[in-house]
């Protein structure tokens, strides 16, 4: 009887893919094999200790109004703190500019409700965010594909993409997921100028900008076109979406959008029919967590640990993985992009991995075309170094193997 | 220039008059006025100190884990606990058939998503939850409405109104939103009978269930569904939601859907593209709290505390209210719902009522085609007795001044 609920419409082929990834990926928790294959914090840099204070302060001296119903817009003092912190990176915003979400998968599905008709055109970075691809395809989005090269996206490429008519673009400027690379500043100038030049807004996706292990931070794209904009004031025409959940915890669900106070009140409206609001207690804990200088201390401390895993996986890398093997360099963030030749396959190669024990994300999964199944993402920041070590040294066995039995 | 975000598609009349309402209710928490509008519960009754308790236990033992990114269908024990809970009500489910969600809106959410195509029509009653057309009006659904009254639907015109092809009847059976009335057994028996030959599943929406002050808890119709299919076990043509926001803790926003396997499939990859899973650190919480009997005691609490605003306010609604007034007479829920004679508009006595400091909710924005503002829905759980009587003298005085006038 069952059939009596038929579906909106058939899940569209890249659904389809991403969720036989997805079985694949669930064999990897288990715990003999070394995973770099998901996105997950360490758990060893969780403040834990400070959660319970948190918890135990918030709940004694404002328990009724954790406990109850809130706005939709979010906890005032979190927007007012994130409003400052967006300010020393060159976005001048108020509370009435952001929009707390239950991770910034939220905000990304929340766009997709308020902005996407079914056909309209995104462009997007070729490898892209899954959660984004995810999100939009609900709304039946058809995507322009830029590729990427070690300074971000390829932005000689732009002008000619646009020419379809495009919605918005999406990009990662920093440590991009999965790709590891960082869009250059004379690029991010660039893209600006376009952008601006073609009237096309922009969704800049930054849930890494503050874990850099190296060189010094970049301005992002809402700060740039404020600045091109001549005003210095937020320009309006980058929305800006980053989250809690690498700096503090990904558990607890907490991002947020910066946008104007008219695009933050429809997806205000849209989110009210979603989810009402996200968590008042996690958000009153948070902020209770990360006030008087406590984030900027603990970010450090995820700095340190993050960077150090990053270089071990590089050498690793270096001494375990056969020649015609490249991959990127990532100066932050939680991922590096390793690119086969042609002819080999992730998806069989990840078969065999799990076999020895170790396992990583095949890299069609980021493309929304089902292409870049000669790539792969490793995640560094959830295994521990001496895991790295033994994880890479299993997989480039693997891939020892395999190279050689094609050569 | 924020020209550039231009929306998806005009917001709907219903949406923009939602968004009038909540404008005009915005006044109404200023801590002058005695609000009957909002539908929050009592924070007298959060459980404060048990929250404070568990979240020292969970991050004590559990607090890596706790702080972690999870599963898109929620935290086992949890599901566990919920099919147990489900069982005693005749709902024979595991694990399998629960999905977490953040909030009941976000299950009305996610159903739209997987189930609703631009201008399926959906069968509702007539008042219906607000959210719930707030969720569906992103997807574009038409309604067809059934009008209630003492004992619900009125099932003598389901025949006739699912004639034009429904995707899926919609139905509050328990202690109704916003209109206090309470599904009788016969009708719930006669609804599944209809449903199951027209073959139109339900999506029954029982945040209230728990909350009965007076006569015997009436089987859901999940259940009757089941029996009614000879199988005994779950059949799967009844979508069942419910939420821990009445019983627990609306701020941690807390839901869960009852549905066969395949569904909670379906919906959990609409989740995980809405936003990844709901909180980890609140689902361990939430169990920490409510499990081992405590839950079940506490329910004899809010159920007592309840009870009594429930009678002091149709005691002052006898004592005050004009004599052309109508009012329901709940067995148990938040609300109970009171009907004007035809020419007067809620929306007008509203302003008044709020110069006298008071408020509740015009009717219409509970309808789907402006209809029903004659009406208003009134909370009894969130304002003490003192603060009940006070109010309806207020408001009667209102009311008793128009009508006069209008006489």
Same mark, same amino acid.
């Given at each position: 009887?069952?059939?009596?609920?038929?579906?909106?419409?058939?899940?569209?082929?890249?659904?389809?893919?991403?969720?036989?990834?997805?079985?694949?990926?669930?064999?990897?928790?288990?715990?003999?094999?070394?995973?770099?294959?998901?996105?997950?914090?360490?758990?060893?840099?969780?403040?834990?200790?400070?959660?319970?204070?948190?918890?135990?302060?918030v709940?004694?001296?404002h328990?009724?109004?954790a406990?109850?119903?809130?706005?939709?817009?979010?906890h005032?003092?979190?927007?007012?703190?994130?409003?400052?912190?967006?300010?020393?990176?060159?976005?001048?915003?108020?509370?009435?500019?952001?929009?707390?979400?239950?991770?910034?998968?939220?905000?990304?599905?929340?766009?997709?409700?308020?902005?996407?008709?079914?056909?309209?055109?995104?462009?997007?970075?070729?490898?892209?965010?899954?959660?984004?691809?995810?999100?939009?395809?609900?709304?039946?989005?058809?995507?322009?594909?830029?590729?990427?090269?070690?300074?971000?996206?390829?932005?000689?490429?732009?002008?000619?993409?646009?020419?379809?008519?495009?919605?918005?673009?999406?990009?990662?400027?920093?440590?991009?997921?999965?790709?590891?690379?960082?869009?250059?500043?004379?690029? !991010?100038?660039? =893209?600006? +100028?376009?952008?601006?030049?073609?009237?096309?807004? @922009?969704?800049?996706?930054? $849930?890494? /900008?503050? #874990?850099?292990?190296?060189?010094?931070?970049?301005?992002?794209?809402?700060?740039?076109?404020?600045?091109?904009?001549?005003?210095?004031?937020?320009?309006?025409?980058?929305?800006?979406?980053?989250?809690?959940?690498?700096?503090?915890?990904?558990?607890?669900?907490?991002?947020?959008?910066?946008?104007?106070?008219?695009?933050?009140?429809?997806?205000?409206?849209?989110?009210?029919?979603?989810?009402?609001?996200?968590?008042t207690f996690?958000q009153m804990v948070?902020y209770e967590?990360?006030?008087?200088?406590?984030?900027?201390?603990?970010?450090?401390?995820?700095?340190?640990?993050?960077?150090?895993?990053? !270089?071990?996986? =590089?050498? +690793?890398?270096?001494?375990?993985?056969?020649?015609? @093997?490249?991959?990127?360099? $990532?100066? /932050?963030? #939680?991922?590096?992009?390793?690119?086969?030749?042609?002819?080999?396959?992730?998806?069989?190669?990840?078969?065999?991995?799990?076999?020895?024990?170790?396992?990583?994300?095949?890299?069609?999964?980021?493309?929304?075309?089902?292409?870049?199944?000669?790539?792969?993402?490793?995640?560094?920041?959830?295994?521990?170094?001496?895991?790295?070590?033994?994880?890479?040294?299993?997989?480039?066995?693997?891939?020892?193997?395999?190279?050689?039995?094609?050569?």
């Amino acid at each position: 009887m069952e059939t009596r609920w038929s579906n909106r419409y058939a899940q569209r082929t890249h659904t389809m893919e991403a969720s036989i990834i997805r079985e694949l990926l669930k064999l990897t928790t288990h715990p003999d094999i070394i995973s770099f294959a998901g996105g997950l914090p360490a758990p060893d840099v969780f403040p834990v200790h400070e959660f319970e204070e948190a918890c135990s302060k918030v709940l004694k001296e404002h328990g009724k109004q954790a406990l109850q119903y809130s706005t939709t817009e979010g906890h005032l003092p979190l927007r007012e703190m994130i409003a400052r912190h967006s300010s020393r990176y060159g976005i001048h915003v108020g509370p009435e500019n952001i929009l707390i979400t239950s991770g910034s998968q939220q905000a990304l599905d929340l766009i997709g409700k308020v902005f996407i008709n079914n056909g309209d055109n995104l462009l997007i970075e070729h490898p892209t965010y899954l959660g984004a691809l995810q999100a939009w395809g609900t709304y039946q989005a058809e995507y322009v594909p830029v590729p990427l090269d070690e300074d971000g996206m390829c932005i000689d490429q732009l002008t000619e993409a646009l020419r379809a008519g495009t919605k918005f673009i999406y990009a990662l400027p920093n440590f991009h997921n999965p790709a590891g690379v960082t869009l250059s500043l004379e690029r !991010r100038k660039k =893209l600006i +100028e376009i952008a601006s030049r073609e009237g096309v807004p @922009i969704v800049e996706d930054d $849930p890494y /900008g503050q #874990l850099r292990y190296e060189g010094d931070h970049l301005p992002p794209l809402a700060a740039l076109d404020s600045e091109a904009s001549g005003k210095g004031a937020y320009s309006g025409n980058v929305i800006y979406l980053s989250t809690f959940s690498k700096i503090l915890s990904p558990g607890i669900r907490l991002g947020w959008v910066i946008a104007t106070p008219s695009v933050i009140q429809k997806l205000t409206l849209a989110k009210q029919g979603t989810d009402l609001h996200t968590s008042t207690f996690d958000q009153m804990v948070a902020y209770e967590v990360a006030k008087g200088g406590f984030l900027d201390k603990h970010i450090q401390k995820i700095r340190r640990a993050y960077g150090e895993r990053l !270089r071990v996986m =590089l050498d +690793e890398l270096s001494a375990n993985f056969p020649d015609e @093997i490249e991959w990127t360099k $990532p100066k /932050g963030g #939680l991922f590096l992009w390793a690119t086969l030749p042609k002819p080999f396959d992730t998806r069989e190669i990840l078969k065999t991995a799990i076999g020895e024990k170790v396992a990583f994300v095949p890299g069609g999964a980021f493309y929304s075309d089902g292409s870049g199944w000669n790539s792969m993402r490793l995640n560094f920041s959830y295994c521990a170094p001496d895991l790295i070590i033994e994880g890479i040294r299993r997989l480039g066995n693997v891939l020892e193997g395999m190279t050689t039995r094609a050569a």
